[in-house]
């Protein structure tokens, strides 16, 4: 049997984790994050970068995300939940089945318009799933 030994200082920082000041230091992080990604492809962005837009230090963005992918998946998360805050509740009208059917493709449709006006989030989406961390 293969043993896999994990670094624990590998892996992001548990949300659940974290202090009121914590939180509030990686919003900023993947708030930063996601004003770059409107600016640029996320291969130019580099976490100096985000560290200095975000007036986090560089040793603390690394504690909370060790690495690039993690940081860039946990902006990726932040925006999908402000793309997700923006959208108005659609109205339940007709059958169940129908309207499940349609729900899901307005979802869809508001997701490809998202993507559309922020072509980077859509390029990092691809990243995302590809990737192995």
Not at 26 to 52: C, F, G, N, W, Y
Not at 62 to 79: D, F
Not at 115 to 125: G, I, M, N, Q, S
Request: glycine letters at 4%; proline letters at 5%; one cysteine or more.
């Amino acid at each position: 049997m293969t043993r896999v030994t994990v670094r624990s200082d590998e892996f992001p920082l548990d949300t659940d984790l974290m202090s009121v000041g914590q939180l509030e230091r990686r919003r900023r992080l993947t708030t930063a994050v996601v004003e770059m990604l409107a600016e640029m492809p996320s291969d130019r962005i580099q976490m100096k970068e985000v560290s200095e837009r975000s007036g986090v230090a560089l040793g603390t963005l690394y504690r909370y995300c060790p690495t690039k992918q993690q940081l860039l998946a946990a902006a990726m998360t932040a925006w999908s939940g402000l793309e997700s805050a923006r959208r108005p509740e659609e109205p339940r009208t007709g059958g169940e089945e129908s309207n499940a059917y349609e729900r899901v493709l307005a979802l869809h449709r508001r997701e490809m318009k998202a993507f559309e006006r922020r072509p980077h989030f859509a390029r990092l989406e691809i990243e995302l799933h590809s990737s192995s961390d």
